[in-house]
């Protein structure tokens, strides 16, 4: 179709793929919190992968396991099954399987005796879970929380790229930074919010 863009068609393909395995899913009664299960598992595979340094495979094992982060809600919108604990369920096995992937490379860096890149990702996972709970704590005492911009999807789009264009150090440079820089942002925003409420 004229003046249709590469990007654009891709992003129709890739929404049809995953329509097509929401629909599959759904069709067979599969539990939306086992999904979120069958993630957690492949990704534990991928930071095995990281552990010994075969990135480009553990980018792909990674970009596989993404898919059933991505289906696991839309399941439950489709069957009637989104509840309140598959949210905290899918929220917290989210972070434990961010922590095992960001484990994986510290093992990989420990294991090159390459120190500062292993403390590069222990920063990342410091600035990860931080970010994290920054948004959870802060929408306890105000409406909401979402400056800054390196979520969980874009963490694992770094992850991916860093993995296959094998530039993990620089990805992991990205995501120490922009991360922590996010709970700066939010701490910040919190600490304005909370000052405009005491004053109103």
């Known amino acids: 179709m ?3 863009s590469i990007s654009g068609i ?3 393909i890739g929404k049809a793929i995953l329509n097509a395995i ?3 899913f759904a069709a067979l009664h599969v539990s939306p919190n086992i999904l979120t299960l069958i993630g957690f598992v492949i990704n534990i595979f991928a930071a095995v ?3 010994m340094g075969m990135f480009t495979l553990a980018g ?3 970009l596989f396991a993404s ?3 991505m289906v696991d809600g839309e399941v439950a919108r489709r069957t009637g099954r989104v509840t309140k604990f598959g949210a905290f369920f899918d929220s917290v096995i989210d972070r434990y399987s961010d922590m095992v992937l960001l484990l994986g490379l510290v093992l990989w860096y420990a294991k090159l005796d ?3 890149y292993a403390f590069l990702v222990v920063m990342s996972l410091i600035g990860m879970i931080m970010t994290s709970y920054t948004r959870a704590r802060a929408e306890s005492l105000i409406s909401a929380c979402k400056v800054g911009f390196l979520e969980r999807p874009e963490r694992i789009v770094l992850l991916i790229i860093g993995c296959l264009s094998n530039r993990m150090g620089a990805a992991m440079w990205v995501m120490a930074a922009l991360s922590n820089w996010t709970v700066i942002a939010r701490i910040c925003y919190t600490w304005q919010e ?3 409420l005491e004053r109103a």
């Open 67 to 69: 898919i059933f982060d």
């Open 114 to 116: 390459r120190i500062f």
């Open 10 to 12: 891709l992003g129709t």
């Open 22 to 24: 929401v629909n599959l």
């Open 60 to 62: 792909l094992v990674v």
């Open 49 to 51: 992968l990281l552990a």
């Open 194 to 196: 909370t000052k405009r």
């Open 2 to 4: 004229p003046g249709t």
